[in-house]
């Protein structure tokens, strides 16, 4: 007799089991057009109004020349949707039916069987109608949408004072669509999520939120409550059934429901439970878990969540320097990596799950163990929190408010508090959300940034009165009510740069680099407890600029720079910066190359100073990953998707173990930076070569160790006796297996030889494989084709003597590998 294993007998009959509740899609077969007009058009849905004209060739490309200005009129208009839908006879027989709308944007009114079920004012919110009465075999949906523009200024006009900064306070949609210094102004419109009709008879199981409630490791047991949100229009007696897919474990109670009663709380356990862990500490691990409603035998419905066993803990406490910052993973310190997220299409529905992934797996490629989701952007669609959590990201999650003061009046809030209650109940099942912040800036633009002036000390009060409502009484009673096990966080920085306790409390956003024109050590000599934002610009890739200049050779006066560069100051910056501490080549091709070169030098330059500084300072997130269109920006990863040089060098800067040089009074000071959980010891010696390869010192070697929960000096080289020339050197340290490479001049003072690099270009199954080789140093080696493709590092040194294989991602046959050295830019 064939034995079928357990786990597989468990899966076939989790596989016959078929709810006898329905949701119907009802993405397909939409119509657009502007309000009182019938020029009706097919519609994408998810979509924008935007993105459909452009499909049809009535406004040109918003990403490419100046064209972002010629299509502002579309949110100047009001545009209505429609779709007819028939449903089946079985399916009318049901006795309730719901319209679920995931993501409206934003006032829209929504009309079934030319009835209005719905009015809504928030893009940030799913809605609900009840159509139970209204729903026949045959439907017509119909959906219109107003602009914002007459709506915001309605609500301006009823305030006596103007709110900083600007109309956009009033609605709640994305706030990055009314521009930013990194984004452009389009204001999107349309149904930019799933709609679809839910239908049932006596329960639907609407949510279910599988709470951790303890992990014992030395009992070898994790306690978790299901709570079951449960609508139920009468009395009856049914079975929930918890089944843990990955073990096999299943739990049946029986549950007496009532139609006044819509939360049911049912404990369970895991037995030998495993921990989820950031995936440079550990394993993400899940638990793949079904909760289900039964009557009798029958399936009524059910939800499936993938479940992260951990503890995360935010430490803000008063000590001898001032107020830490810093998160408890499974009561662990740990140190925080990464960089600011914001969304990766100013067309949010143009995002594909593909695109997602791909920009994580470049996070975790970079060793970033959290990312930020920036204040002004969007809630993330649920396929990027998935995809955190099975590769070991860590979320700051900040609420959708940023660099502003918002509306205090009581339909506002209450608005933002449904907002609210609508995404952290969304997110809170996902082991990679690790703080709740309530916005981004606005207390900082309040005390420092000149919003007071011009104003009443009675209309100041008001204006604060509405700020401490919203962030420090309405949105941490819902994050504690819904999601007690993570911390809530008022404002990001704590304190601004202004304020002389930056340093020492909370977390920071230093741009004195930047805006204020401060040196790039900067950063070496003001730490703060945790770095949450600081960036520096850099052009995008070639191939963007190509992509919206719309011409092969670059050329940095092209006029559609005026919309691709945001920041009034952006190119004088960049200038001056790159004056400072790098060559300034006459070449618009070469400047690109150096712009990139110089932003990375210059954020490396903080990581190393943040990452010395542990415990004091336990995190470095800087500003920012990825772009929402192709720009000048701060991005690593520009709006094509390809990385410049921060992004390949941050990637060694966030490397767990990590080998930190400076020079200090004559003296090579080296420590050893540990973000493993265990100790290591390993032998440590130095070589100092010239830029040939030829020896001119080697100290002795000793026996160090690394710690991860300390950093010190723990190798030093005396300089002051030893004769040669620092900008023609470097200082190669070796501590075990890991390789460090210290420059002792700044770029610009480097004497750079000028040789040729050999290399050797191989066809393989996943593109090619480059092979490189030198007699003398070559300096941020660049590679780059006309092909697309990734390449496994680039902006790299070349020591001499050195053979170094690159990998190259292609689908291309052939291909023609070009370089850029600074050896070249030094020696033009």
Known sequence: MRIIPFLLLLLLLTSCYESSNNTLLLNDNWQFSELNSNDW??????????????????????????????????????????????????????????????????????FLNDSLILTANNAFRSWEADVSDILSEENELKIIFKSTDSIEKIQADKLDYTLPEGLRVFTRKPQFQYGWDWGPTI????????????SYDNIRLKDVFLKTESINVLDSLATLTAFLDLDTPQHDINTIEIVNNTTGERLNQSVEVYGSKDEYAVPFQIKNPKLWWTHNLGEPFLYDITVYVKHGNSIIDSISKKVGLRTIKLVAEKDSIGESFYFKLNGIPVYMKGANYIPQNIFLADVTKHQRETLLDQAVDANMNMLRIWGGGVYEDDAFYDLCDKKGILLWQDFM????????????LENAKQEAIDNVKRLRQHPSIALWCGNNENSEGWHRWGWKDGKTETQKQEIWNGYYALFNHILPKVVDSLNPSIDYWETSPKYGRGNKRFEFEGDAHDWWVWHDGYPFEHFEEQVPRFMSEFGFQSFPSIEAIQYFTEQENIDLDHPAFETHQK???????????????????????????????????????????HRLAKPYNMGSLYWQLNDCWPVVSWSGIDGLGREKALHYKVKKAFENLLIIPKVENNILKIAVVDDNLTSMAADMFVIIRDFSGRN??????????????????????FLKDLNF???????????????????????????????????????TSYGFLISLTSETLQKDVFLFSESRGDFSDNFFDLLPGEAKEIELYTEASEVVVKMKTLNKILNP
């Open 41 to 110: 058009q097919k519609a994408t849905v998810p979509g924008t109004v935007q993105t459909d004209l452009l499909s049809f060739g009535k406004i040109p490309d918003s990403f490419k020349l100046n064209n972002e200005d010629s299509i502002q009129w579309i949110s100047e208009k009001n545009w209505q949707y429609k779709k007819v839908f028939t449903i089946s006879e079985a399916l009318q027989k049901k006795t309730k039916h719901f319209l679920k709308f995931e993501g409206l944007d934003t006032y829209a009114s929504v």
């Open 187 to 198: 204001k999107t419109m349309g149904i930019w999520r799933d709609i679809s009709l839910i």
């Open 401 to 412: 408010y940023a660099c502003a003061m918002y509306p205090g009046d009581d339909d506002f």
């Open 567 to 609: 920041h009034k100051r952006g190119f004088q910056l960049i200038r001056e910066y790159m004056e400072r501490d790098f060559p300034v080549p006459e070449n618009d091709e070469d400047y690109v190359y150096v712009s990139q070169l110089l932003q990375a030098y210059g954020i490396t330059k903080g990581i190393r100073a």
């Open 696 to 717: 001119l010192f080697e100290s002795g070697t000793a026996v160090v160790h690394s710690f991860y929960d300390k950093n010190e000096i723990v190798f030093e080289v």
């Open 725 to 763: 020339d620092r900008n023609a050197s470097y200082a190669e340290i070796h501590f075990g297996d890991l390789k460090e490479v210290y420059f002792f001049g700044k770029p610009k003072d480097l004497k750079l030889p000028i040789q040729d690099i050999s290399m050797d270009v191989v066809k």
